[in-house]
């Protein structure tokens, strides 16, 4: 077999640019997604200040405080991860990625624990307890669970993806010289962990 045919046969087609193209334009999409929810918290917490600034005083701030911190290092454990591979250290990109999905469990199970604690008090979608308060509290709760949800449910999409990774990484479909799918798995990290930053100090802080 001749030269030219060998490297025929071994090329594999490759566009990092518009893999990484497409995944801005998916995170544009979500960005609007919750910019709208947010524009419509802001319109709600307008008419609503007081009771808004009631129905906040119920949620567990401190929770809300340890779960920020665990999120914004998790962000950090995905990028050791890429440096790691990077530099051609797969054991050490694989265990972070394996931290980072420890803290996303971590985060859940602090999640679940906080919203627990609201249903035993009766205050969830649709419950008598919070239909007797007042509207804008009602309001506050429903875009709570709304978006506290939606950001969770995207937590989760991050694990399965982050998952994938490490099996990719493990298996060597994700190297040192071909690492776009694993940077554009941190850039959906990241966006995870901005829509975050924005919820906490909405629902948590402004009080």
């Known amino acids: 077999m001749s030269q030219s045919n060998t490297t025929a046969v071994h090329h594999v087609h490759r566009d990092d640019l518009g893999a990484k193209m497409g995944m801005w334009v998916f995170l544009f999409t979500e960005v609007l997604l919750f910019g709208g929810m947010f524009l419509v918290y802001a319109v709600y917490r307008f008419q609503h200040p007081e009771l808004f600034k009631l129905a906040a005083l119920e949620l567990n701030t401190a ?58 008090h009766g205050i969830y979608p649709g419950s008598e307890e919070l239909l007797n308060k007042q509207n804008g509290e009602i309001l506050f709760f429903g875009l709570y669970f709304v978006m506290t949800g939606l950001h969770a449910l995207h937590v989760i999409i991050g694990v399965v993806i982050i998952a994938f990774l490490y099996v990719f990484i493990k298996r060597d479909k994700i190297t040192h010289d071909n690492y776009v799918k694993l940077e554009n798995g941190g850039l959906y990290w990241h966006l995870v962990d901005l829509i975050w930053i924005f919820l906490f100090p909405l629902f948590y802080l402004i009080h």
């Not at 665990?70 to 250290?89: D, G």
């Not at 931290?99 to 996303?104: H, K, M, Q």
């Open 63 to 120: 929770m809300g405080t340890f779960n920020t911190i665990v999120l914004l290092t998790s962000s950090l454990t995905m990028v050791l991860a890429i440096v790691a591979l990077q530099k051609m250290h797969k054991k050490l990109s694989l265990f972070y990625l394996a931290v980072t999905i420890g803290f996303a469990f971590v985060f859940m199970v602090v999640k679940y624990f906080e919203w627990s604690a609201k249903f035993s």
